[in-house]
């Protein structure tokens, strides 16, 4: 399969991408001038991942470039911009989506790190990257131990996902490893931020709070709720509601004040596959779910399902900003080929690799689909149809076509690998008791 003239083809198109989206400043997010020109803080990282997996020096070499671009533009309170524009010089940090810029710029570093045993880099951008983390820290508003993030607030910029939600706190869990690991690389007197929370409390709180399970709430719901209320968590929103919800295949896309999302949002919950947030039972829960619904249909994969339609409880009027947000568009169930990425990875962690195989031979044939260019690998496409849509050329839909292949092709996944490593020992024991507990089985 790896041989033929689709993944091979796909594979010197995507790399011939990065090589236009690589400059000496980082990577462009997008090889087109009229797409996005900027260094963006979590484009760059997931592309960098892509680059580690061919090898080349000039497009590594570009990811090292991107670190040193955001580590010059961090804020004095240590936000990492969302964007830098190396053309104009014109940092971008006011849009409210970028909590997770600190994330990805943490686990970049780990990233870099690993695949370059560069001491001296990291020890020459530890107080950046250490005053990333005590920024992120402050985000937890009430200190609960989980990042509370404005509605918007992350690369979901048009969906309002809020407060304690799923795809920053389990990029939370992770750059918590990630900084643990990275400190104590660092000489003795080093400074380092301390967080009261460590990445076995996310991890603990994340199961608790996002994961709703039937055996709990038959068997251990007292003891369940009392938990939720000594960490402070939102714990009214499940005491009223379990009796609708019951139960659920996938975590919760977000938890905020007395409400909660209920569709399964597809990067989230991936990242919680591939980062050992979901336990083994949670990871079938998942990826059989988003198999039985069509997610990576007709390409892989939605950013949401089920879509909000109007009239929807969740339905914002801005939705309809540029037309973007509607029914099964942008992230609003459209397809992200990026997000396809991270979905055949998460089918390699969990050992399905004649799905992943079939699935990165579709996330070929998306790439293929343009307007303009015979390989687009195109920002979006429609979630029904799988017309493309978004902008051309884009850097992360390319890197995450190199780094599917690249898991399927040798079972290894770069940065996943590294921080299951890295696991603290408590979140593997809460894990193996709440698979004793529910037995494993299926979707509910």
Not at 197 to 205: F, I, K, L, P
Not at 212 to 237: G, N, P, Q, S, Y
Not at 297 to 305: G, H, L, S
Not at 429 to 438: K, L, T, V, Y
Request: aromatic content about 12%; glycine content about 8%; some cysteine.
């Amino acid at each position: 399969m790896f041989q033929s003239k689709l993944i091979q083809e796909a594979h010197c198109q995507a790399t011939q991408i990065l090589h236009e989206c690589a400059t000496g400043y980082g990577y462009r997010a997008s090889g087109l001038a009229a797409g996005y020109p900027q260094v963006w803080a979590r484009d760059a990282a997931i592309t960098f991942l892509g680059a580690v997996c061919t090898g080349d020096p000039a497009l590594i070499g570009s990811g090292r470039a991107a670190l040193e671009t955001l580590s010059r533009h961090q804020t004095r309170r240590g936000l990492i911009p969302l964007n830098v524009n190396p053309d104009t010089g014109y940092v971008s940090t006011e849009n409210a989506g970028a909590v997770d810029s600190n994330l990805w710029y943490i686990l970049a570093q780990y990233l870099h790190f690993h695949y370059t045993g560069d001491q001296a880099f990291l020890e020459g951008h530890w107080p950046v990257l250490d005053k990333a983390m005590l920024w992120l820290d402050y985000q937890d508003m009430n200190e609960c131990g989980l990042l509370e993030v404005p509605e918007a607030g992350d690369w979901m910029d048009l969906l309002a996902v809020r407060y304690n939600v799923l795809y920053d706190n389990v990029l939370y869990y992770a750059a918590k490893l990630a900084h643990q690991e990275l400190a104590a690389r660092m000489p003795a007197g080093t400074p380092v931020w301390q967080s009261e929370v460590d990445a076995a409390g996310v991890h603990e709180r994340i199961n608790l709070l996002m994961w709703v399970d039937r055996c709990w709430v038959a068997e251990h719901f007292a003891r369940h709720l009392e938990r939720l209320k000594a960490i402070r968590l939102e714990w009214f929103m499940l005491y009223h509601n379990l009796g609708m919800i019951s139960s659920r295949p996938f975590y919760l896309p977000f938890v905020a004040f007395r409400e909660y999302g209920d569709w399964c949002d597809s990067l989230g919950n991936l990242l919680a596959v591939l980062t050992g947030v979901a336990d083994g039972h949670r990871r079938e829960h998942i990826l059989r779910y988003m198999l039985q619904v069509g997610m990576a249909e007709p390409y892989p994969t939605k950013a949401i399902y089920p879509p909000i339609f109007p009239g929807e409880n969740h339905w914002r009027d801005y939705y309809r900003s540029r037309n973007l947000n509607l029914p099964h568009q942008y992230h609003n169930g459209g397809i992200w080929p990026m997000v396809g990425g991270f979905h055949v990875a998460a089918l390699i962690r969990h050992g399905c690799q004649r799905q992943a195989e079939q699935m990165l031979v579709a996330l070929a044939e998306g790439a293929r689909q343009g307007t303009t260019h015979d390989w687009a690998f195109s920002e979006w496409l429609h979630g029904a149809s799988g017309h493309p849509m978004g902008y051309e050329q884009q850097a992360w839909s390319a890197a995450m076509f190199l780094y599917a292949e690249h898991a399927v092709r040798t079972g290894t996944l770069p940065l996943f690998d590294e921080l299951l490593a890295a696991k603290p020992a408590a979140a593997v024991a809460s894990e193996d008791n709440a698979f004793h507990r529910s037995g494993g089985g299926g979707p509910a």
